[in-house]
């Protein structure tokens, strides 16, 4: 079976937010203005969180880049009353946006705050019109987003890999933030398949999930030392 | 009043002369009154209409306050419904004989403002156009789906339960001829008051009466599960069901006794809501907010000796954080001042009641403010620069239209409908006051070989 997820070394992270302008540029996320901004409208399926640790003045700032955490028992699926939210068969959790209500329960039992409402109609200049990813459907007003981890990357290398007729590779299938990052800190693969680097990433001793205790099962793994 | 109309009526009862009134004869200040209501409430149409165009953005709400002052009305009328038919049907199935002279105008409470709750969810829809994906994409694990199968079997329940007692009213009214004779020969649905038919009509009522008990207390239930079935802090709490359920009757009696105070004054009906149903519906106040306490205190001790960091962060925010004010508000409105009221008999008088039921509406409208908003603001993984909110003037301007609505469509139920109940009144008169009397003997050990008469 094949569960696809992420591990995330935040001592590789140095915070430079790259991740979060790929992820921008690939799935098209309308940017909003400073004013929606400042009322906490802003749209970031990869968003990199700085959270200080220790005390003063033993502190430092530990970079958490945050996607979706792609829950095995996601809380999100279950109170969605159309199911346009689900798990699909490789354990990533999509969102059908022809199908969402709008009422934003998902995104209130979401535990991680990682669902995203789209308050108005998106926009972009017309500069960046054309640049637009074909393959990633805009969203219509009133409706969630959030990361799905570029699954439409999935489903081209799935048909390559079916074309080449051979198993998919780690290589093949890579979202935008785990491509672009300048470290290597974001890592992808599948995590029942131990020819991929996760299957191992995740049981380092460094490994820990966020809010392991709820239950949730997250298939986001953060590699940290213990300090 | 046309003449004719006020001959007919002279040659009734008095019961039914005070009663039917209101359906022919009206002030001018009645329709001063509803013109400024149909205003604010075209106003609030208007509200919605930009929300519509425009998006969701044109509220308050961001995230993570995902839900806002249409959730909390949705809450809070919703809880204000639980007022006339679950009190009306409790009584009745209690044969509380007292509820006759009340029991109608709650039951009109009640299906008018479930309605107007139930469209505060779609008001809140990103997506009002997909409503309908609910019964084409079902998703039964969703407390919003168990959510909306209960309120529409409650809808139906209580709209059948007020209309079913009114058709020996509606006969009443067909047969006097003093007001639009083809409606209300459609209204009666051919009732024509033979004593087959009042019988069957009292052992539908007493039916409808139980079954409305449970849907009753279901509907608030599913409510609470919809906050405490997520993993949010503070909000996943077992206790919500039955506490919301408390919140919703407790509201609801402040909202009959308003309704009474206003409906005395307006149509002189001081001769069936008495002093002694002001007194009745007093102590039933004074037993919730005993009640809603009781709740509040054991929902927060817990959450506070517990100490999870995650639901002290919210637990804070309420005690003495950015809710300090709306939370002791809350405490003040719903227990400090309907407490100190209505322990003191000289308090339980329209004035009184009044004076602590108003305090509760606006308590009960804090404490739904208190459960859905600190807990938004609070999320368990805390953001930076994120969790306030303020209502903007499209959701205030929706708030005060859908009050401002529904006091109009009641004041237009009040034309339409006798307001108390006519052949309930007189079945009280002709056939209750020995029905009681032989109950209360009933109850009294049979007095066997004791005869006061032959003293011996």
Same mark, same amino acid.
């Given at each position: 079976?094949?569960?696809?997820?992420?591990?995330?070394?935040?001592?590789?992270?140095?915070?430079?937010?790259?991740?979060?302008?790929?992820?921008?540029?690939?799935?098209?996320?309308?940017?909003?203005?400073?004013?929606?901004?400042?009322?906490?409208?802003?749209?970031?399926?990869?968003?990199?969180?700085?959270?200080?640790?220790?005390?003063?003045?033993?502190?430092?700032?530990?970079?958490?880049?945050?996607?979706?955490?792609?829950?095995?028992?996601?809380?999100?699926?279950?109170?969605?009353?159309?199911?346009?939210?689900?798990?699909?068969?490789?354990?990533?959790?999509?969102?059908?946006?022809?199908?969402?209500?709008?009422?934003?329960?998902?995104?209130?039992?979401?535990?991680?705050?990682?669902?995203?409402?789209?308050?108005?109609?998106?926009?972009?200049?017309?500069?960046?019109?054309?640049?637009?990813?074909?393959?990633?459907?805009?969203?219509?007003?009133?409706?969630?987003?959030?990361?799905?981890?570029?699954?439409?990357?999935?489903?081209?290398?799935?048909?390559?890999?079916?074309?080449?007729?051979?198993?998919?590779?780690?290589?093949?299938?890579?979202?935008?933030?785990?491509?672009?990052?300048?470290?290597?800190?974001?890592?992808?693969?599948?995590?029942?398949?131990?020819?991929?680097?996760?299957?191992?990433?995740?049981?380092?001793?460094?490994?820990?999930?966020?809010?392991?205790?709820?239950?949730?099962?997250?298939?986001?793994?953060?590699?940290?030392?213990?300090? | 009043?046309?003449?004719? #109309?006020?001959?007919?009526?002279?040659?009734?009862?008095?019961?039914?002369?005070?009663?039917?009134?209101?359906?022919?004869?009206?002030?001018? *200040?009645?329709?001063?009154?509803?013109?400024?209501?149909?205003?604010?409430?075209?106003?609030?149409?208007?509200?919605?209409?930009?929300?519509?165009?425009?998006?969701?953005?044109?509220?308050?709400?961001?995230?993570?306050?995902?839900?806002?002052?249409?959730?909390?009305?949705?809450?809070?009328?919703?809880?204000?419904?639980?007022?006339?038919?679950?009190?009306?049907?409790?009584?009745?199935?209690?044969?509380?004989?007292?509820?006759?002279?009340?029991?109608?105008?709650?039951?009109?409470?009640?299906?008018?403002?479930?309605?107007?709750?139930?469209?505060?969810?779609? #008001?809140?829809?990103?997506?009002?156009?997909?409503?309908?994906?609910?019964?084409?994409?079902?998703?039964?694990?969703?407390?919003?789906?168990?959510?909306?199968?209960?309120?529409?079997?409650?809808?139906?329940?209580?709209?059948?339960?007020?209309?079913?007692?009114?058709?020996?009213?509606?006969?009443?009214?067909?047969? *006097?001829?003093?007001?639009?004779?083809?409606?209300?020969?459609?209204?009666?649905?051919?009732?024509?008051?033979?004593?087959?038919?009042?019988?069957?009509?009292?052992?539908?009522?007493?039916?409808?009466?139980?079954?409305?008990?449970?849907?009753? #207390?279901?509907?608030?239930?599913?409510?609470?599960?919809?906050?405490?079935?997520?993993?949010?802090?503070?909000?996943?709490?077992?206790?919500?069901?039955?506490?919301?359920?408390?919140?919703?009757?407790? *509201?609801?009696?402040? +909202?009959?006794?308003?309704?009474?105070?206003?409906?005395?004054?307006?149509?002189?009906?001081?001769?069936?809501?008495?002093?002694?149903?002001?007194?009745?519906?007093?102590?039933?106040?004074?037993?919730?907010?005993?009640?809603?306490?009781?709740?509040?205190?054991?929902?927060?001790?817990?959450?506070?000796?517990?100490?999870?960091?995650?639901?002290?962060?919210?637990?804070?925010?309420?005690?003495?954080? +950015?809710?300090?004010?709306?939370?002791?508000?809350?405490?003040?409105?719903?227990?400090?001042?309907?407490?100190?009221?209505?322990?003191?008999?000289?308090?339980?008088?329209?004035?009184?009641?009044?004076?602590?039921?108003?305090?509760?509406?606006?308590?009960?409208?804090?404490?739904?403010?208190?459960?859905?908003?600190?807990?938004? #603001?609070?999320?368990?993984?805390?953001?930076?620069?994120?969790?306030?909110?303020?209502?903007?003037?499209?959701?205030?301007?929706?708030?005060?239209?859908?009050?401002?609505?529904?006091?109009?469509?009641?004041?237009?139920?009040?034309?339409?409908?006798?307001?108390?109940?006519?052949?309930?009144?007189?079945?009280?008169?002709?056939?209750?006051?020995?029905?009681?009397?032989?109950?209360?003997?009933?109850?009294?050990?049979?007095?066997?070989?004791?005869?006061?008469?032959?003293?011996?």
């Amino acid at each position: 079976m094949t569960r696809w997820g992420m591990v995330i070394d935040l001592d590789l992270c140095t915070g430079c937010a790259a991740c979060e302008v790929a992820c921008k540029s690939e799935n098209n996320i309308p940017t909003v203005s400073p004013e929606q901004a400042e009322l906490g409208r802003t749209i970031s399926w990869m968003k990199v969180v700085a959270a200080e640790r220790g005390d003063f003045p033993a502190t430092s700032v530990e970079f958490y880049p945050r996607p979706c955490m792609q829950c095995e028992n996601p809380p999100c699926v279950k109170v969605c009353p159309v199911g346009a939210t689900y798990l699909d068969e490789d354990g990533i959790v999509g969102q059908i946006y022809a199908r969402c209500i709008g009422c934003r329960y998902c995104a209130n039992a979401c535990p991680y705050t990682v669902k995203y409402f789209n308050w108005y109609a998106p926009q972009w200049p017309d500069t960046e019109r054309p640049h637009l990813n074909p393959d990633v459907s805009v969203r219509p007003k009133g409706v969630i987003e959030k990361c799905t981890f570029c699954h439409h990357r999935r489903q081209k290398a799935r048909e390559t890999a079916a074309a080449e007729g051979r198993q998919m590779m780690e290589r093949d299938y890579q979202p935008a933030c785990a491509e672009i990052c300048p470290t290597g800190a974001i890592v992808f693969g599948d995590l029942e398949n131990p020819r991929h680097r996760v299957s191992r990433l995740k049981d380092d001793s460094r490994a820990h999930r966020v809010m392991e205790d709820l239950g949730t099962e997250p298939k986001v793994y953060y590699l940290r030392r213990s300090n | 009043m046309r003449a004719g #109309v006020a001959e007919k009526l002279a040659t009734m009862s008095p019961d039914e002369q005070a009663l039917l009134r209101p359906l022919v004869a009206t002030s001018r *200040s009645y329709y001063v009154v509803l013109v400024i209501l149909g205003a604010i409430t075209a106003w609030g149409l208007h509200a919605y209409y930009l929300q519509m165009r425009y998006g969701l953005g044109r509220t308050g709400l961001n995230r993570p306050e995902y839900w806002g002052i249409y959730i909390i009305d949705f809450v809070f009328f919703i809880g204000i419904s639980h007022a006339g038919t679950l009190i009306s049907a409790i009584l009745r199935v209690s044969q509380a004989e007292w509820r006759r002279a009340i029991t109608r105008s709650a039951e009109l409470i009640t299906v008018l403002v479930l309605g107007f709750g139930a469209i505060q969810p779609i #008001v809140d829809l990103g997506r009002p156009d997909r409503l309908l994906n609910v019964l084409f994409h079902p998703h039964l694990r969703s407390p919003l789906l168990w959510d909306v199968m209960s309120i529409g079997l409650y809808f139906t329940a209580c709209t059948i339960y007020l209309y079913v007692p009114l058709l020996p009213d509606l006969a009443l009214i067909r047969d *006097s001829e003093i007001k639009a004779p083809r409606l209300y020969r459609i209204l009666a649905a051919g009732y024509r008051d033979t004593p087959a038919q009042r019988a069957r009509l009292e052992r539908v009522i007493g039916w409808l009466a139980i079954a409305v008990i449970p849907i009753a #207390v279901s509907v608030h239930t599913i409510i609470g599960w919809i906050f405490a079935m997520t993993l949010r802090p503070m909000w996943h709490s077992t206790i919500f069901g039955p506490y919301f359920v408390v919140g919703a009757i407790y *509201s609801g009696i402040a +909202a009959i006794l308003v309704a009474m105070v206003i409906i005395r004054r307006a149509f002189g009906l001081q001769q069936y809501f008495r002093d002694i149903h002001f007194d009745y519906l007093g102590r039933l106040l004074l037993l919730f907010s005993l009640l809603w306490l009781y709740f509040t205190f054991a929902e927060h001790l817990t959450a506070f000796y517990g100490a999870e960091p995650d639901e002290m962060r919210t637990f804070w925010s309420k005690l003495t954080g +950015a809710f300090a004010w709306p939370f002791w508000l809350m405490v003040t409105f719903c227990f400090v001042i309907p407490f100190l009221l209505m322990i003191w008999r000289g308090a339980r008088t329209p004035l009184g009641t009044l004076l602590a039921s108003v305090p509760v509406i606006i308590g009960m409208w804090l404490e739904r403010f208190t459960i859905v908003v600190p807990t938004s #603001v609070n999320p368990r993984w805390e953001l930076a620069g994120v969790g306030q909110y303020l209502p903007s003037w499209i959701e205030v301007s929706i708030m005060v239209a859908t009050f401002s609505g529904f006091i109009m469509l009641y004041m237009i139920a009040t034309k339409f409908i006798p307001i108390v109940s006519i052949w309930e009144m007189k079945e009280g008169r002709e056939h209750s006051v020995q029905d009681v009397a032989e109950r209360v003997t009933g109850y009294l050990p049979e007095a066997v070989g004791f005869s006061p008469a032959e003293p011996g």
